[in-house]
T-cell receptor, first 112, second 113 residues
Framework: EDKVVQSPLSLVVHEGDTVTLNCSYE??????LLWYKQEKKAPTFLFML????IEKKSGRLSSILDKKELFSILNITATQTGDSAVYLC????????????FGTGTRLKVLA | DSGVTQTPKHLITATGQRVTLRCSPR?????VYWYQQSLDQGLQFLIQ???????AKGNILERFSAQQFPDLHSELNLSSLELGDSALYFC????????????FGEGSRLTVL
C-alpha cells in the first residue's frame, strides 16, 4: 500500500531557529513530491521535486529529494512567527489515473 | 488567492440531511479534485474530474457523489449525513489531467450535529 509519512508530527521552536521537516514515502509509481503550507485554511504550494539531489529554494525555505532513500526534507532557516503552520508533503504517483498521497503533516509553531 | 472558489464556507446541518458543496476552478483549469480533511487528519482524496468526466476515485463513500458541469464548476453532494462526516472539504484544480501543482480553495467546513 502506498504511504507517505511525515515527521515530526509537531514542533515548537523559537524565532530565529532552523527547522528540518521530514517526509518519507513508499509508493509504486513515483512521479514527484510536493510540499504545501497550510495555515488556517487552504494549502498553498511551496515546492515540487522530481530529481534527486537538486535543492529547490525560495527565500528561507529549501527542499531536497533523495529518490534512493525515498525521502525529502524541508528546511526553514531563521524561522519567523509567520512560518507557524502545518506543512504537508504529498507524493504524485499518478499512473494512468490520478493518485496523490498526502502525509498527515507536521504542525510547526514558532514562538516570538 | 488561489483562484479556486468554494461555497459555502461554513455549513451546519443535522444527521440524515443532504448538502451540496460547490467549487469553481481557476480559469483555464480542466481538472477538479475533492478532498476531505477531518480533525488532525491528512487530506483524503475523494474524487477527480477532468473536463466533465470522472477520472479517478479515492475513498469516497457511496453516500457521496460529485459531478463536473460543462462550465467546469463542480459539486459534491453528501447525503444521509452522519456525525463522522463533519470535516473540511477542499476542492483543488489544476490545468493538467492528473498531475502537477494543485491549487486549493479555502474549503467548506461542514458540521453535522
Amino acid at each position: 500500500e502506498d504511504k507517505v509519512v511525515q515527521s515530526p508530527l509537531s514542533l515548537v521552536v523559537h524565532e530565529g531557529d532552523t527547522v528540518t521537516l521530514n517526509c518519507s514515502y513508499e509508493v509504486t509509481n513515483f512521479r514527484s513530491l510536493l510540499w504545501y503550507k497550510q495555515e488556517k485554511k487552504a494549502p498553498t504550494f511551496l515546492f515540487m521535486l522530481t530529481s534527486s539531489g537538486i535543492e529547490k529554494k525560495s527565500g528561507r525555505l529549501s527542499s531536497i529529494l533523495d529518490k534512493k532513500e525515498l525521502f525529502s526534507i524541508l528546511n526553514i532557516t531563521a524561522t519567523q512567527t509567520g512560518d507557524s503552520a502545518v506543512y504537508l508533503c504529498a507524493v504524485d504517483c499518478t499512473s494512468g489515473t490520478y493518485k496523490y498521497i498526502f502525509g498527515t503533516g507536521t504542525r510547526l509553531k514558532v514562538l516570538a | 488567492d488561489s483562484g479556486v472558489t468554494q461555497t459555502p464556507k461554513h455549513l451546519i446541518t443535522a444527521t440524515g440531511q443532504r448538502v451540496t458543496l460547490r467549487c469553481s476552478p481557476r480559469s483555464g483549469d480542466l481538472s477538479v479534485y475533492w478532498y476531505q480533511q477531518s480533525l488532525d487528519q491528512g487530506l483524503q482524496f475523494l474524487i477527480q474530474y477532468y473536463n466533465g468526466e470522472e477520472r479517478a476515485k479515492g475513498n469516497i463513500l457511496e453516500r457521496f457523489s460529485a459531478q463536473q458541469f460543462p462550465d467546469l464548476h463542480s459539486e459534491l453532494n453528501l447525503s444521509s449525513l452522519e456525525l463522522g462526516d463533519s470535516a473540511l472539504y477542499f476542492c483543488a484544480s489544476s490545468v493538467a489531467r492528473g498531475s502537477g501543482e494543485l491549487f486549493f480553495g479555502e474549503g467548506s467546513r461542514l458540521t453535522v450535529l
